[in-house]
């Protein structure tokens, strides 16, 4: 199993630009997140599904779309790139136990930097 | 939603020495899993213990031990006879519907 992958890895806009981060997973899980790590401020929770065709904000949510077609994938969407959302994204996957998210297993992250 | 807190920013020891990574959170739920995740240096994170909130019980993984206690809203962690590889930083975290984090704790163990 490749377990939950990011792509790009390393990525540079310029303000204005839209992208979509890549995540995937092969573990079967139901559930997914995106969350975005900047110094001194832990891992912020982004958007979340509980499975494919749910989704739900998290702390974070402005400026950023998600979609989650498949069971596999969780795109994340930056429509319109600003300087703040510079920073280290992650993804994330968990089967999910009772309604509440369980452990997660981390992609290896997408560093982004917007000029 | 729920809070957690990590109050150490930054702790710095001498390998050898014990140290205790503080976790304080908030949640209004009866029901709830309490997490560490350790980020090395080179940036993947690591899940390391989960615990559910029904289980009060201590845990032991080799130099690592783990305090959940309920009435506090505390689940410590504690790293015995600290190592250079143990250098990190260490995430707590809660999980009601989603999961959030603590701002987390850079541990520096010095040779």
């Known amino acids: 199993n490749a377990g939950v992958t990011q792509t790009p890895k390393f990525q540079v806009l310029k303000t204005g630009q839209s992208m979509t981060l890549q995540c995937a997973q092969d573990?079967?899980?139901?559930?997914m997140s995106w969350y975005r790590q900047d110094p001194g401020m832990g891992l912020r929770l982004i958007h979340y599904s509980v499975g494919a065709g749910i989704t739900d904000q998290g702390e974070v949510p402005n400026g950023y779309n998600v979609s989650r077609s498949t069971t596999e994938d969780f795109p994340l969407r930056l429509l319109s790139a600003a300087p703040s959302q510079t920073s280290v994204y992650f993804c994330a996957s968990s089967p999910r136990a009772s309604f509440r998210a369980d452990t997660q297993y981390f992609g290896p992250g997408t560093r982004l930097t917007v000029l | 939603a729920q809070k957690v807190t990590q109050a150490q920013t930054e702790i710095s020891v001498v390998e050898k020495e014990d140290v205790t990574l503080d976790c304080v959170y908030e949640?209004?739920?009866?029901?709830?899993?309490l997490f560490w995740y350790k980020q090395p240096p080179s940036g993947e994170l690591v899940f390391l213990i989960r615990?559910?909130?029904?289980?009060?019980q201590n845990e032991i993984s080799g130099r690592y031990s783990w305090n959940f206690q309920k009435s506090t809203s505390s689940f410590n962690f504690t790293i015995t006879a600290s190592q250079v590889v143990d250098s990190a930083v260490y995430f707590c975290?809660?999980?009601?519907?989603?999961?959030?984090f603590g701002a987390g704790t850079r541990l520096t163990v010095k040779p």
């Open positions: 573990m079967n899980h139901e559930y």
């Open positions: 975290a809660l999980s009601e519907l989603d999961m959030r």
């Open positions: 949640t209004r739920d009866t029901t709830y899993y």
């Open positions: 615990r559910n909130s029904f289980d009060e």
